[in-house]
């Protein structure tokens, strides 16, 4: 059964005039699929393809305001955002409610008036892929002249809506550069801090391993970042648990154990006690049935090698290993059996004829030389 993905957007009309969008997720072309079940990959997707057409309702709109919370994600299909935002006839508000961080800096920025909260976060940088396997260095020289091309997009788009000069930008794309709310206005990439003190502080925390970020109450990978700002804690374990369980169970990835121990150190400690104790039942059972069994084997060689030995043996297992060695000791006796046979020139050996049976008939020569050997047997001639 084919399962529906759940959007990281939603689109809200107010009256006839205005609208409001949410965008709360990572950019991409479109919702990712699993490989082995073509289901949707469970995570929040701004997918641009269906965005986009979602977006086409709108165009009667004279206002619409975009809240964006992104990790960003695929460059071209932010700045296809970008530019259909742009390509509206109504004012276009961006409102930056925690981070609009790459791709989702590029969206930010097609807003008419770009406002941003205190602690909110601006990031930009250059464009990175993902190479695996062997390469030449024509090959390596085209995928350099690709990023190249990627920087240039952004870095125009970011020359055009800061009023920068292009070595200053570049410079900043360079540097992945982060700005705070008032930092942003300053730098041109935002028009305006929202001034409210209602409005609950952005709090932005990195996971014990560096891999995921909270903005406020979303988490987000944090993979394709690569300068961090040092005023981003890191969480520990234990806040961390906190974080993610106070954001309904959002799903954190862990690749292992230590991962794993840090997050839950209860529940593996409980898992460990009881793996213990299931393990210690199972090698006491194991050994008290090689017990039973080791005077019927007759190999003590064998029973310690079950016991203690590299490969260690079910008594099941010992009980058929000492089968194929009884085997193995019966196909040898008979082997050398054989060897004796042959050995022994029995073959060549003719029976008695028995009582009754009748001699066949012999020449006169033959029977002169068996009376003649008959003589010498006696002693005579």
């Given at each position: 059964m084919k399962h529906t993905a759940k959007k990281a957007y939603n689109i809200v009309e107010i009256g006839q005039d205005e609208a409001e969008i949410n965008l709360y997720g990572e950019v991409v072309d479109t919702h990712p699929l699993d490989w082995w079940t073509g289901e949707p990959v469970p995570g929040n997707f701004i997918a641009q393809d269906e965005f986009l057409q979602e977006l086409e309702r709108l165009r009667s709109k004279r206002k619409i305001t975009v809240h964006i919370n992104s990790v960003g994600g695929d460059l071209y299909a932010g700045i296809a955002i970008y530019n259909r935002l742009k390509s509206l006839s109504a004012q276009v508000i961006t409102i930056n409610d925690g981070l609009a961080a790459s791709a989702g800096s590029v969206i930010f920025e097609a807003g008419d008036v770009r406002k941003v909260h205190t602690g909110s976060n601006i990031m930009i940088h250059s464009a990175a892929t993902l190479l695996c396997g062997f390469f030449q260095i024509?090959?390596?020289?085209?995928?350099?002249?690709?990023?190249?091309?990627?920087?240039?997009?952004?870095?125009?788009?970011?020359?055009?809506?800061?009023?920068?000069?292009?070595?200053?930008?570049?410079?900043?794309?360079?540097?992945?550069t982060w700005m705070t709310g008032q930092e942003a206005v300053d730098m041109g990439f935002a028009d305006e801090v929202i001034a409210d003190d209602a409005q609950e502080p952005v709090v932005l925390r990195l996971s014990p391993d560096r891999t995921q970020m909270m903005v406020g109450k979303m988490q987000v990978a944090a993979r394709c970042f690569g300068h961090i700002p040092a005023s981003i804690p890191v969480a520990t374990a234990v806040e961390w648990q906190q974080l993610t369980n106070q954001t309904g169970g959002t799903q954190v990835e862990i690749e292992n154990l230590e991962q794993l121990r840090a997050a839950y150190p209860s529940l593996v400690e409980q898992a460990e006690t009881a793996a213990y104790a299931k393990g210690g039942a199972e090698e006491r059972a194991r050994m008290q049935g090689i017990e039973n069994i080791a005077a019927a084997i007759g190999n003590a060689e064998l029973v310690k090698n079950a016991k203690y030995g590299d490969h260690r043996m079910t008594a099941e297992q010992l009980a058929f290993a000492a089968m194929q060695a009884q085997a193995a000791i019966g196909a040898v006796m008979l082997e050398n059996m054989g060897a004796d046979v042959q050995n022994s020139n029995t073959a060549q050996v003719l029976p008695t004829p028995a009582l009754g049976t009748e001699m066949p008939m012999q020449t006169e020569e033959e029977q002169a030389v068996n009376l003649l050997c008959t003589r010498i047997a006696n002693g005579g001639m």
């Open positions: 024509l090959e390596l020289d085209q995928v350099r002249r690709e990023l190249e091309a990627h920087n240039k997009a952004a870095l125009n788009l970011y020359v055009e809506r800061t009023g920068r000069p292009l070595e200053e930008i570049q410079t900043l794309i360079e540097a992945e």
